[in-house]
């Protein structure tokens, strides 16, 4: 079992950085894949990012690659998400989730879920 909590969010303008932080609990977290996820409201849950529990294979959506960039402390039990360029179509509920080993795109592999940090962008 694995549970997450997510800090970080808040009002951002159009082009600035933000940067967000999933603290995971759990003895076995370093054999975790780990995913961000975003909800806008009337949207679906859309994947972001994720990365593989050994900190390889870092994979992004086409609509943050080179904006966004996901990295881990195994060490420390956190997974971030470090946005960039910040637009008005970034604002949503961003989530982290994790899955026992491996990683993918669809939130429907993903048993753990925190309960989301809340991102906007002002234009």
């Known amino acids: 079992q694995v549970q997450l909590v997510e800090s970080g969010g808040g009002l951002v303008q159009a082009g600035g950085s933000l940067r967000l932080s999933c603290a995971a609990s759990?003895?076995?977290?370093?054999?975790?894949?780990m995913g961000w996820f975003r909800q806008a409201p009337g949207n679906e849950r859309e994947f972001v990012a994720s990365?593989?529990?050994?900190?390889?294979?870092?994979t992004y959506a086409d609509s943050v690659k080179g904006r966004f960039s996901i990295s881990r402390d195994n060490t420390k039990n956190t997974v971030s998400l470090q946005m960039n360029n910040r637009k008005p179509e970034d604002t949503a509920l961003y989530y982290c989730?994790?899955?026992?080993?491996?990683?993918?795109?669809?939130?429907?592999?993903?048993?753990?879920w925190g309960q989301g940090t809340q991102v906007t962008v002002s234009s």
């Open positions: 990365m593989m529990w050994s900190n390889s294979n870092p």
């Open positions: 989730a994790a899955k026992s080993w491996g990683v993918s795109t669809s939130a429907d592999e993903y048993p753990f």
């Open positions: 759990g003895r076995t977290f370093g054999t975790y894949g």
